[in-house]
């Protein structure tokens, strides 16, 4: 005999079965799409994603130079519309390219990745080493690119390009770091030094937009293409370009305000390891305001300031009486300080400084306590380099910011008196190139400066 309570029981554990399987194939498709989705989203898809706002893409009609032609990879002479990539790095559209980009475009004309468009100013540029600036009045931020080093890449690192490639506007390509400090001549004008080499593919429009590590830091800006090569890319390292933009930031600023503050050079190890005060310029805003050298200022305003560029983001836009809040690191110990902009003096106006105008150098008198105590050595004294204008005679000679001018032909250089005095004798183009002598650290360096040339240029 057969149980006939046993069977519905059977048939309800079958169904129950049933039942469960079924749920179990309706999920698993749902369950399989979601994790392939997740791991569609790579490290290169993340780090995309997480610059994509940051990039625009620029155009303009211009008359394309051979320099930009060359390093574009077209033919030269021709009336074209231009294109080109940028990278925010002020949310209030402050945007690095490359000068070669916008240089002759007479309406620079910005899309952004909502599809926004804009046109830019130029700001500012720097043609030794290809770079500019320009500004977007944008309606709402444009997000600054998460930053990364250049100091310690890698070759065979996995890199990722974005740009404008020959028009298609937000092009994204990948490749490795094929090499480190390549010197590279695109043309009579324009040589570059210390590129980043890169199969990432990189064709004209991508110049000026970023190259980034998997991280989704940009790492250098896309520059060059050699004309005729495969997978033959450079790019600027990004420390490099930085520090262009900052000094390029911080003649614009000072040109409007002034705080007497002269920041060291960064590490080349660690551009971002913060910003420490090289001097203070006495009677100004940041001596009344107790800043000393040595001090590293690590805020201003509640923004951490972790690089010179931070520093030139933190005072842009300011003007005459403002008044910055700093965080200041002295000797372990954390000091709250207000810095009150004053009006730039008449002595540091250009172009009636000589200096400037004819040499391309902003300078400033060291008081003769603080000469002995960091110079022990046979000179009496020295005017410290606060600036030094790009494409200058000054630049080209390899000086720099924080160098100490000792001596020009036979006559020291202790005050602003000594320089005017020599920059105004009726001789003084006769001597060209004029020797000059400048204390960099504890040596003693020397150079000629060649006059002639720099007064043709100014007429």
Do not use: C
């Not at 705080?259 to 006495?282: C, F, N, Q, R, Y």
């Not at 040499?359 to 060291?366: H, S, T, V, W, Y």
């Amino acid at each position: 005999m057969h149980d006939s309570t046993a069977r519905p029981k059977s048939n309800v554990f079958r169904l129950a079965l049933l039942g469960l399987g079924v749920s179990i194939l309706t999920l698993l498709p749902q369950a399989r799409f979601a994790a392939g989705s997740e791991l569609r989203k790579s490290a290169i898809v993340k780090a995309v994603q997480n610059v994509r706002a940051s990039v625009v893409n620029i155009r303009g009609e211009k008359t394309l130079s051979a320099t930009a032609a060359q390093a574009s990879g077209t033919e030269a002479n021709r009336h074209v519309n231009g294109m080109g990539t940028g990278v925010a790095i002020d949310p209030r559209g402050y945007i690095i390219t490359n000068h070669h980009v916008v240089d002759g475009v007479k309406e620079i004309q910005v899309t952004t990745f909502d599809g926004e468009r804009y046109t830019a100013r130029l700001i500012a540029r720097d043609t030794e080493t290809d770079l500019a600036i320009i500004k977007i009045d944008a309606a709402k931020e444009v997000p600054a690119i998460p930053l990364g080093s250049s100091a310690d890449l890698m070759p065979g690192e996995e890199v990722i390009a974005v740009g404008n490639a020959f028009g298609y506007e937000h092009t994204v390509t990948r490749g490795i770091i094929s090499a480190l400090h390549r010197s590279v001549q695109v043309s009579d004008a324009q040589f570059y030094e210390d590129l980043i080499q890169t199969d990432a593919s990189i064709n004209p429009g991508n110049s000026g937009g970023p190259l980034l590590n998997i991280d989704g830091e940009m790492i250098g800006i896309n520059v060059a293409v050699r004309a005729g090569a495969q997978g033959i890319g450079f790019a600027i390292p990004v420390d490099k370009a930085m520090a262009v933009a900052a000094n390029l930031l911080g003649n614009r600023s000072g040109n409007r305000f002034w705080h007497g503050v002269t920041l060291a050079p960064e590490k080349s190890s660690d551009p971002t390891d913060g910003v420490t005060v090289a001097s203070v310029e006495p009677k100004s805003p940041a001596a009344e305001a107790g800043l000393k050298p040595g001090d590293a200022i690590a805020k201003i305003g509640g923004k951490e300031i972790r690089s010179r560029l931070d520093f030139q983001r933190a005072v842009l836009e300011r003007k005459p009486g403002d008044v910055l809040e700093l965080e200041v690191e002295r000797s372990k110990e954390k000091i709250e300080a207000e810095l009150k902009l004053a009006e730039l003096p008449e002595r540091l106006k250009s172009p009636q400084q000589p200096a400037w105008e004819l040499l391309g150098l902003e300078l400033r008198a060291i008081p003769a306590e603080e000469f002995k105590a960091k110079n022990q050595t046979r000179y009496r004294g020295g005017l410290s380099l606060v600036a030094v204008r790009p494409n200058s005679p000054a630049a080209n000679q390899g000086l720099k910011v924080g160098d100490v001018l000792v001596g020009m032909h036979i006559w020291e250089t202790i005050s602003m008196e000594n320089i005017s005095y020599i920059l105004k004798r009726p001789d003084f183009a006769s001597l060209s190139p004029v020797k000059f002598f400048i204390l960099r650290g504890e040596e003693t360096l020397y150079g000629y400066l060649p006059l002639p040339t720099l007064r043709t240029a100014q007429r």
